[in-house]
């Protein structure tokens, strides 16, 4: 176990590193925030088709008369075929049909649905990874790591990674979190 719980860790290459950088007490929150959104963002391009994306942009979005009428919860309903078994697909699905319902119209109840999507996203890996270390680390480890989870979830807000989900195409781009290489960009001075 030399080299850490996080490389038993039973998730993609994305969640394992961010539960690397959180075990480490030299990343900021602000650093963990932005491999925490990349995690998300590499989830939301795996697994929601570009063809459920459109669809409801064009059921949520286009509607001339959007703001009169807003999609029934069958309409949407019936986008689950463009899930392809995607567990973040239909998770985005039930998310919109909750915008929906709640009132929500056009571009904000498909904003609402993805916020609320990514949070639970990271609700379910950050409650796997702190079982993990729970079960595989010391137990003054487990609540560090614990600790660091809770300061991800209140730090920045998702609005950036929310609008990049909503725009689609290459604004989905997974970018690599910054890296910092040089002497002088290294670790701030607490």
């Keep these: 176990m030399s ?24 990343f900021s929150t602000e650093s963990l925030c932005e491999r925490r959104d990349s995690a998300i963002l590499d989830e939301f391009s795996r697994e929601v088709p570009d063809t459920l994306m459109s669809a409801l942009r064009i059921i ?9 009428f807003s999609p029934s919860g069958d ?17 985005l699905i039930d998310c919109v049909i909750e915008a929906v319902n ?27 990874m702190a079982e993990h270390y729970q079960r595989e680390a010391r137990a ?12 991800v979830q209140e730090g ?19 970018r690599a979190p910054t890296r910092y290489s040089g002497l002088e960009e290294g670790v701030g001075i607490l």
């Design 156 to 174: 920045r807000s998702m609005d950036d990674l929310v609008n990049r989900i909503v725009l689609g195409g290459r604004a989905m781009v997974a």
């Design 75 to 91: 309409e949407i309903e019936n986008l689950r075929m463009h899930t392809n078994g995607s567990s973040v697909g239909n998770l």
């Design 3 to 26: 080299d850490g719980p996080h490389r038993s860790l039973p998730m993609g290459r994305r969640w394992k590193k961010l539960a690397e950088c959180m075990d480490n007490p030299s």
């Design 140 to 151: 003054n480890r487990a609540s560090y790591f614990q600790s660091r989870l809770e300061s």
């Design 102 to 128: 709640c009132g929500a119209s056009g571009e904000a109840a498909l904003a609402a649905a993805c916020s609320e999507a990514a949070n639970e996203i990271f609700d379910r890996h950050g409650r796997g």
């Design 60 to 68: 949520l979005c286009s509607s001339d008369q959007s703001s009169l």
